[in-house]
């Protein structure tokens, strides 16, 4: 299963940015792009000049869109151009800011209505506190790795944690104390080993307890004939290993056909 589209999370503070046309298009990408901290360049061989590495272009004719896309792009920039998927190294998703948390809903171009209304179901679920208790898991990383120094486990307290009705479940809002409260009575976290027992080829078949299990598995044990579809569901960072592999530490979850 291949993604329409890598998604990346790019720093442009400070950094110049082109952004090419007059309208609302252009006026919007320009918005954002100053949202970001990013420095607005309206001329294409200045944005160039000095070193501009993205460029918005939103002209309402197809051809100088084009011949702006070609330049740029011929300069070594990647260019997003509006409206015109075809003519895009990126495009801009639909974001909600719950800062530094941000969440980006993209659909690679097909509709940046639907990618709107899916922000819009998202925003409502998401705390306003969201961005406060990442800032604090950020604070107290030095006092996290004193209390667990091992990566898996300190990996294992915090999935536990953030998980679903844990005491950091990052879906309710929280005091401002509750993460060195968390840290403070935290428990070691006991290695464990899961087996799933798949009922089909979907992913969509896996209930919510399996697919928690597989998204914060630290190690996935699964033969060849596991569908990449249920594959791309665990972290793209754990460990993938044969039946019959020797079970590292940490949270294993083992993956069987039926039958």
Do not use: Y
């Not at 046309?21 to 970001?36: N, P, S, T």
């Not at 070609?70 to 300069?75: I, P, T």
């Amino acid at each position: 299963m291949s993604l329409p589209a890598l998604p990346l999370f790019h720093r442009i503070a400070g950094q110049p940015v082109i952004v090419l046309g007059h309208g609302d298009a252009a006026q919007a990408k320009a918005r954002l792009v100053e949202r970001a901290g990013g420095q607005v360049v309206d001329d294409l061989a200045h944005g160039i000049d000095i070193g501009a590495r993205l460029a918005f272009i939103a002209h309402d004719s197809a051809d100088a869109c084009m011949a702006d896309a070609l330049r740029a792009r011929g300069a070594g920039l990647l260019v997003n151009v509006v409206d015109r998927p075809a003519l895009c190294d990126f495009t801009t998703p639909s974001l909600i800011d719950r800062s530094p948390v941000v969440v980006a809903v993209g659909t690679a171009g097909a509709s940046a209505g639907l990618a709107k209304h899916v922000r819009l179901r998202l925003e409502r679920a998401l705390p306003q506190g969201l961005g406060a208790l990442a800032n604090a898991l950020f604070a107290a990383r030095d006092a996290l790795r004193a209390r667990f120094p091992d990566g898996a486990d300190r990996r294992r307290a915090l999935d536990g944690a953030l998980a679903e009705g844990g005491p950091l479940d990052p879906m309710v809002e929280h005091a401002p104390a509750a993460v060195e409260e968390w840290l403070a009575g935290a428990a070691e976290v006991a290695a464990a080993h899961h087996v799933i027992v798949l009922r089909s080829d979907d992913p969509e078949d896996l209930t919510l307890r399996e697919a928690r299990l597989l998204g914060m598995a630290d190690a996935v044990v699964a033969d060849a004939a596991v569908p990449l579809a249920i594959l791309v569901r665990a972290r793209a960072d754990a460990q993938r290993l044969p039946p019959g592999a020797a079970l590292p530490c940490g949270l294993t979850v083992e993956l069987r056909l039926p039958g």
